[in-house]
Each structure stands twice: as C-alpha cells, then as structure tokens.
C-alpha cells in the first residue's frame, strides 16, 4: 500500500455480518484512521455497533499477522511463524499427496456464513475435483428458503422497501431482522417502515427486539411453525381471504391444497402453537387483506428436522394472497449480474455421486441443489471414521465449527482425527488452535469483492475494495488462488480481477468501473410472471409441487412434531422439562465472533438464559444468577436473564461462546457452548439433512456457591 500522510477517503462495504453498510474508509499513513456510514439505500447513512468498532477490530493486539506453523501436539496452541511461500507450498504438498493417494474427496473445505470469499471456497472445491464442502448454514439455514422459493415461484424473494409503495404489513416469522441485519438485507430500512406505518406481526417464542416494534406478538410453542402456517391458510381459503383472481390465473394446486388443509382449522393449529384461534385468524386476516404484505422469514423456522415443509407452508401464504412481485410485496430478484464462475463441470459425475449425503438428501448435495453442498454430520463422520471413506484434509475458511456445528464433543473428536487440519481466521479460535497451519486473513477494509444486496437476489451490487493491510494478512481469494496455482488447478490463471470483470459484462462495465461507482441498483421490475411466467415447470406458482412429488418429498406441506418435544417425548420431558432455543442473534457479536472486542464484551460480558420468571422462580432463579441448563447431551453454564419477553417454559440460550481470555483452558469452549446440548443425530429433515438446534428439551438448575 501506497503511504500517504494526507488523509484519503475511500468507500467500501462493510463485511463484519453478512454485510452491506456502505462505508467512508478514512486512512493515513496506511492507517485506517476512522469509518463513517455513507449514503445508500440501504443503510441510509446508518451503522450498527459492530461497524462503529471496525478500527477496534482491525488493529486488535490478538490479530493474527503472519502464517502460522504448528509446533508441538495438536491443540497445545504453540506455534512458529513462517512466510507465506513456505506455509503455501507444504500445505499444497500434502494436498497434493492425499489427492493422489485417496483421491480429492478426501480433503473436505469448510467454510463459514456469508462470508465475501463464499463462492471462492466453492470455486476451489470444484477446481480440486472435491465434492464435499460444507458450510454450517446451509442446510440450517437460508437454503430451504431459497430452493422452496425456487420450487414454488421460479425465483428467490425478498421484502421491497426500496420502491414508491411500503408494506403495510410486516409478517415477521422467526425473524429479528432489526438486530440480524441478515443475508444483505439489513435492518436500516425495515425499521424506517415500521416506524413510517406498517402494520408488524410477530411470530416468536421470544418478544425479540423486532417483535417490540410490532402490534401483534405471537409467542408461538418452538418447532410448531407448520401448524401455524397451515391453520392460517386454512383461514384464508375457508374464509375467502385469499386473492382470487391472482390464485386462479397464476397459480396450479389451489383445489389439492384447499382439499389438504380442511382439518387444519385454527383451533387445531392451536392446540399444536399453543397460540389462541382468534390470534390465528387475526393474523392471517390482517396479512391476507391489509396489502401489501411482505412475510420477512428467518433462521427461526429452518433449525428444526422438518424444514422443508416448514418452510414450504408460510411459503405458501404469499401465493395465495398474490404478494408476489408487486411494489410493497415480497419481489423476486433481478439477478443482475452474471453468477460467480464456480467451475462445477471440474467435479466429474465420479465424484458428484460420492458427495457425503449428496444422494440422501437431495435438496441439499443433489444435482439441483443450490450450490451443492456435503453433509456435515456425515463430513465429521467420515473424519473420525472413514466410512464410507476417509476424510484426511479440512481447510477451513471463515468457521469456527467448535462452537457453530452441533455436537462440538463430535466435532473436536472428528477434528483431531485429521491428517492436515488448515485454518484462515482473523484471531486465534478453539477450531484454529487445533490446526497444522493457521493463515491470516484479511478484515474487510482489506478486502476487494463484489457483493450482490440482496444475496440470491441480487437487485443491486456494491463494490468493496482493499484499502488498507495489517501485517501479512491477505484475503481468502488471495489465499485459494496462490494455493490453486501451486496444485495447478484448472482456472488458476484467472485473477481475482479477470472474476470480477466477468461477472460485470451484462452491464458493460469493469470491476475498475464498479468501483468508482460504488453502487449499482437499476430500477426494479415488478410483476415480471406477467411478461413471462414464473421460472417453475407450469410458468405458475407450484402450491402443490409436482417436483417435489417427483423427487419423493411430499407436494403439500404438513406439520410434523419435533422429534424432542414434550410431545413426542413425554418421557425426556419428565427431566427436561422446558422447550430450549438456541442462538437468537445478539447486536454485538456475530456467531462466536467478537468476544475479544472490548467494546463489544463490555455490553454483552457473560453468555445469557433468557427465561420467563414463572419458570425460573419455581428453581429460585433471579436475574443475575449463574445457572446450568442441561439437556439429554450435556450440561453449560449461563447467567440466567429472566424476563417477561419469552414465553413460559421456553429457555432462550445464546450460542458461539468461547472465551478468548482463557487460551490454557482450550478457551473455555467446554463451558458455555449451546453447541454441547444440540445433536447431530438423525432424524434430519429429508431433503436438505437438517438437524435440531432449536425446539429441543432442557432443563434448568441455580448454581450454588
Ligand atoms: N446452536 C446454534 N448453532 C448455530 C446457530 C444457532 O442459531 N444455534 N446458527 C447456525 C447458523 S444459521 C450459521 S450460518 C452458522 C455460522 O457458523 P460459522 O460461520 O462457523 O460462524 P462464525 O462464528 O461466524 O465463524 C466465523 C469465523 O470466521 C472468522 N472470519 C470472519 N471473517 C472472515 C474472513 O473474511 N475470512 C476468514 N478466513 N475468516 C473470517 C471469524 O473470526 C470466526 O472465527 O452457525 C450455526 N450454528
Ligand atoms: N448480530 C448478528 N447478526 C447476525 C448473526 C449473528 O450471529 N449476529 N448471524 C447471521 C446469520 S448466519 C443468520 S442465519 C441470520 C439469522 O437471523 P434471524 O433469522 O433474524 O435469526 P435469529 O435471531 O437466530 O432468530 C430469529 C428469531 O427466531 C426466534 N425463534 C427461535 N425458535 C423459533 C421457532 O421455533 N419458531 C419461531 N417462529 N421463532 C423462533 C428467536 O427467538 C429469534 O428472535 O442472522 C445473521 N446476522
Ligand atoms: S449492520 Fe452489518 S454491515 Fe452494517 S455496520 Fe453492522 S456489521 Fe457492518
Ligand atoms: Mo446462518
């Protein structure tokens, strides 16, 4: 970087969560000195704390600076350092020697949520010839969305705050998009709607910082999502809510599904939700009615085993009341610019069919997955096991699975058991500490990419470029491509650049182009199906999905209880008596990210229980105290924050938590992790192998002192 100690401001985009603040980077001296908000439409001039504090987190003393080279047993967390050259060529060595003797499906990459090198991992798994990447979302996250979105509309949607028309119901699922400022959309404009007028319902077992902004809180049982859904389209067919016209011109199935969800009455769905069957009908009226509605859905509905049809039925609710594509409404995306070149033909059809859970769960690793992915319970499986062959390399970009996959006993198990275990993190994680080599990435001013807002959608793209650099850091890109070159991969001649440009083409303009722009968001089209259809087989939105039929997943959506549930198990239930949820986002950390920003611990110092003071006064629990919550797996300790914003017999625990303080104690990852109540155990969902994080049974005891 060019030194200068006249103060340059540059813009950029933020990438601490999933991203897209738009950012004035001021530097000097090759020294970033200050960040302030920049103007766009979707952040609005505004930041959130975690952006406030990028400099707190870029020049933090436990910044890793320089690759790392492990000296002593694994996890002793002793280290040498060694120049890139050195670090890259052995790590391509050993590769190279695992993808000769066992072939490439033996080196697994992981990587983490969102991140901006996501589609680079991919690009590099395909170029290896690997089937089995994996990322902990996925499967639990934002892939039933977006393949149910694709089965029934032919595209992925989003809420439009963007146009002339907002929303004049706000349907919050699950969903607290004003602290999770999730998957590039972020919170800014959605509260401007609320508080410009929109009407909010709120469907959470907790009154969630969203849930506070709206009129109507339904604190629905965890995991009973589909009920609900299908009780209240039972009210909007049987009560004449639904848009006629729209269902009859654009839509197949309307006679099936109205056939299907006549047992499905509000009365019923409420002795499933444990919601009242006026509430139902009011919600549903109100959304059904009170047009344009958008339905912002989230993580809350995809961390159980029934996921799919979870999903697919409040998918449903915007088919039938014809909020599709129309200003104010859920619109689809644009797609305006070219897919990232992730070189899937380099993967030979060998190879496809040996992708860990690819043919189980076909939503998931199967040929019309969505970027298709491996099974993470089967990936650390075949780690420790070698069934059904061995798993002998992981490169790891941007997770920190210890603490984000459940079951981290397994996890650390499964970790120890590899050959060649190779990390790229900013800090020092209980996953890193583990590994053979750790690589120090870059932090978003250090980064150039292009970022598509929404993601999936991709109605506008932002440019994010490198202005700045901490010790040797470089970005994943950087990190693939170098490694990439040195195993000779088909594609490695191409720059990260020549990507860019690519991608840019249809618009006719360079990554250079895009850069002085900043931002590009041509005007949205809205009723698209109108001049084309939807992109489904029949050119209309799929109630029933023959599709799906096809592939042996159920047409029509149903409701199946959790599998550990007071109801289906009354027995577990006698010692674990309370429903626990895991992982609701906080503001000041993302994941298990940020616990070593002192600005950020400062506000959030201990890992928290939420419980609702009739569940925790029986066990003499005050806010405050220090408590274990227990489930059939094991046991964590958490300080109990006891509140009436949760629902009775519900216990809210936060996940991710590690303390960076205490590296001799393999940074207490024991302690407090929510992943150590969580399994990886069957039953998974179907079709994309989701497994259990929430909706699980617990119990709760007072530590005493
Ligand atoms: N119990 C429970 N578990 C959950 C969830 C839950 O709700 N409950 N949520 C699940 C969901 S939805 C998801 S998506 C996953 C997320 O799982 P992960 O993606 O594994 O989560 P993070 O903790 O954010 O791990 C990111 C790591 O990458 C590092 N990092 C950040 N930026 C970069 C970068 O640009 N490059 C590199 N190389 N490293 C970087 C961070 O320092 C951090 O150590 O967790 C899942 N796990
Ligand atoms: N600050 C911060 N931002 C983040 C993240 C982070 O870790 N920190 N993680 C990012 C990632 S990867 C993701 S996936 C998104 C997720 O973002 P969101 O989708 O907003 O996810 P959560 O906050 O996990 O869950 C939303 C709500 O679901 C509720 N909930 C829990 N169980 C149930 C249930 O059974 N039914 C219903 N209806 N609701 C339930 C929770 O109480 C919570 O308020 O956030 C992203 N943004
Ligand atoms: S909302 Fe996300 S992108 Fe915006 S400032 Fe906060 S962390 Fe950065
Ligand atoms: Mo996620």
Partial sequence: MALSDKENVFKSVCRICHGGCSMLLSVKNGKLIKVKPAESPFNQGQMCIKGRYTPEMMYHPARLLSPLKRISNRGENKWQEIDWDTALDEIASKLDNIRRTLGPESIALGQGTGRHHYTHVIRFANSLGTPNWYEPGLANCLLPRIMVSQFTYGGFVVADYYGQVLPKTILFWGHNPLVSNPDGELSFPVKKALNAGSFGIAIDPRRSETAKHCQMWLPIRPGTDAALALGMIHVIINEGFYDKPFVEKWTTGFNELKAHVTNYTPQWAETVTGLPAGDIV???????????????????????????????????????????????????????????????????????????????????????????SAHIPGVFK????????????????????????????????????????????????????????????????????????????????????????????????????????????????????????????????????????????????????????????????????????????????????????????????????????????????????????????????????????????????????????????????????????????????????????????????????????????????????????????????????
């Fill in 282 to 372: 009011a919600a549903a009226r109100r959304y059904a009615l009170d047009k344009p509605s958008v339905l912002e859905w989230g993580v809350g509905i995809e961390h159980t085993p029934n996921s799919l049809q979870t999903v697919r039925a409040v998918a449903l609710l915007r088919a039938l009341t014809g909020n599709i594509d129309k200003p104010g409404s859920d619109i689809l995306g644009m797609n305006i610019i070219r897919p990232y070149p992730v070189m899937t033909a380099s993967v030979s059809r060998e190879m496809i069919k040996k992708r860990i859970g690819g043919e189980q769960f076909k939503l998931l690793g199967g040929l019309r997955g969505f970027l298709p």
């Fill in 382 to 705: 075949a780690m420790r096991t070698g069934e059904p062959y061995p798993i002998k390399a992981l490169l790891n970009f941007g997770s920190n699975p210890l603490t984000t996959v459940a079951n981290s006993k397994e996890v650390y198990q499964s970790l120890l058991k590899l050959d060649l275990l190779v990390v790229a993190d900013m800090f020092m994680t209980p996953t890193a500490a583990l590994a053979d080599y750790v690589l120090p990435a870059a932090f978003w001013p250090e980064v150039t990419q292009l970022i598509e807002m929404p993601f999936v959608a991709e109605n506008a793209i932002v440019a994010q470029q490198k202005v700045v650099q901490v010790g040797l850091c470089r970005s994943d890109e950087e990190i693939l491509i170098d490694l990439a070159k040195r195993l000779n991969l088909p594609g490695s001649e191409e720059t990260l650049e020549d990507i860019l440009n690519y991608r840019l083409e249809p618009f006719n303009m360079t990554f250079g182009d895009l850069k002085e722009k900043s931002l590009v968001y041509p005007p949205h089209e809205y009723r698209k199906f109108e001049k084309q259809g939807f992109r489904t087989p029949s050119k209309k939105v799929e109630l029933y999905s023959k599709v799906l039929k096809n592939m042996g997943y159920d047409p029509l959506p149903c409701y199946k209880e959790p599998p550990e549930s007071p109801v289906s198990q009354p027995e577990t239930a006698k010692d674990f008596p309370y429903v626990l949820i895991t992982g609701s986002r906080r503001r000041e950390y993302f994941h298990s990210e940020h616990r070593q920003i002192n600005s950020l611990r400062k506000r959030r110092q201990h890992p928290l229980a939420e419980v609702h003071p009739d569940t925790a006064t029986p066990h003499g629990i005050s806010d405050g105290d220090w408590i274990y919550v227990r489930s059939k797996r094991g046991k964590i300790k958490m300080m109990a924050s006891v509140t009436t914003d949760i629902k009775p017999g519900v216990v809210n625990i936060d996940h991710g938590w590690w303390f960076p303080e205490k590296p001799e104690q393999e940074f207490g990852i024991w302690e407090s992790n929510a992943n150590l109540l969580t399994s990886n155990a069957p039953p998974y969902d179907p079709a994309f192998g989701t497994y259990q994080l929430r909706a699980l049974l617990c119990s709760i005891e007072k530590i005493l002192t």
